[in-house]
């Protein structure tokens, strides 16, 4: 489970490529890699506060968007930085279902060097594909 980001994909925005051998790595790679933006060191934040995420979408690609919507989302109405770990993801009747637990800590500016401020996922270029190899996502961050 890795991310890269990708120079000169996108002017103004940040672009990564994420990839893990089943889905719930891979969101679980793209939160990280969607927080890694936002500040320099992702493992000072501490799990001192937990939210439960319920998401539901007829395709993987749009659960993965709305999912990183959620932390963003977070992050901007509470301060709340937030790394994801505990997903679980089942797919029945057409359609995915994802449960997840966040654990993070506000913003702490004294802790958390801060990079950019992620306003939104776009839609532009983004993607997620099943691979030989597992799973891999490609996400433009506006920031």
Same mark, same amino acid.
């Given at each position: 489970?890795? *991310? ?6 996108? !002017?103004? =925005? ?17 939160? =990280? ?8 060191? !992702? ?7 937990? $939210? ?20 963003? *989302? *977070?992050? =901007? ?7 994801? $770990?505990? !997903? ?7 359609? *995915? ?10 913003? =702490? ?25 597992g799973w891999r996502a490609l996400v433009i961050l506006d920031v």
């Amino acid at each position: 489970m890795t *991310y890269r980001y990708l120079e000169d994909f996108a !002017i103004a =925005d940040i672009a990564f490529e994420a990839t893990a051998q089943d889905l719930e790595k891979l969101f679980a790679t793209a939160a =990280d890699a969607t927080l890694n933006v936002m500040i320099e060191e !992702i493992e000072a934040v501490e799990p001192r506060q937990v $939210r439960r995420i319920e998401l539901r979408n007829g395709e993987a690609e749009m659960l993965l968007f709305d999912f990183l919507q959620e932390l963003i *989302y *977070y992050k =901007d109405a509470e301060q709340l930085l937030l790394r994801v $770990r505990d !997903i679980t993801i089942e797919r029945k009747n057409g359609a *995915y279902s994802l449960r997840a637990l966040g654990r993070g800590e506000k913003l =702490d500016p004294e802790r958390h060097e801060q990079r950019a401020d992620v306003k939104a996922v776009t839609l532009h270029h983004f993607r997620v594909e099943q691979t030989e190899d597992g799973w891999r996502a490609l996400v433009i961050l506006d920031v």
